[in-house]
């Protein structure tokens, strides 16, 4: 648990960082999204599905880097509704940073901004550099990603992936979107 006092601190950091600039580049945005709105509906549908899908992989207990890469898809679908309904855009690529996420924490009422919010960038870096090597293993080795990763590693994928699709559904249930 993170003392109170760290908190305060932190956020009030975080804001002073965000009141000072933050803006996501112009050339990391999908340009022109027709409707964001619908696009953020399909993306949470689709991490829900893969967040399912994870854990499908999960009651075979040989399937472990399976559900690492369905949590992960189910991160990016997630972070990507939460960019489409802050911003009405979303970052390319994979993976987020702190820096990707300051525009839509500026786009937070201030009694919302939670620290917690931040562990979404935190989480998907730290999978973003497990992705391909839960997908493909270390092919150059001839290791295969099965032996790569266990229980331990799917259980803590799944879990993240189910922070952040919480996270993503919060913000649509504050903006009213049903998506199903």
């Known amino acids: 648990m993170i ?29 022109e999204i027709a409707d964001p709105k619908e696009l953020a509906k399909s993306y949470l549908r689709r991490a829900e599905k893969k967040l399912h899908e994870a854990k499908g992989h999960a009651k075979k207990y ?3 880097p399976e559900a690492i890469s369905s949590s992960h898809e189910c991160m990016e679908f997630s972070i990507k509704a939460i960019f489409l309904l802050a911003l009405g855009q979303h970052r390319k690529g994979h993976g987020f940073s702190i820096d990707d996420l300051i525009p839509v924490f500026k786009e937070m009422p201030k009694e919302k901004r939670d620290p917690k919010f931040w562990r979404l960038a935190l989480i998907s870096s730290f999978w973003e550099g497990f992705y391909t090597v839960a997908k493909y293993g270390y092919e ?10 266990g229980k331990d590693e799917g259980q803590l994928a799944m879990k993240h992936a189910g922070e952040c699709y919480d996270a993503a559904k919060s913000l649509a249930y504050e903006k009213g979107l049903s998506y199903w």
Do not use: I, S
């Open 62 to 64: 040989d399937e472990w």
């Open 140 to 149: 150059h080795l001839g290791v295969g990603a099965e032996k790569l990763f």
């Open 3 to 31: 003392p109170q006092g760290v908190v305060q601190h932190l956020v009030a950091e975080w804001e002073k960082e965000c009141e000072g600039g933050g803006e996501v580049k112009e050339n990391t945005l999908v340009e």
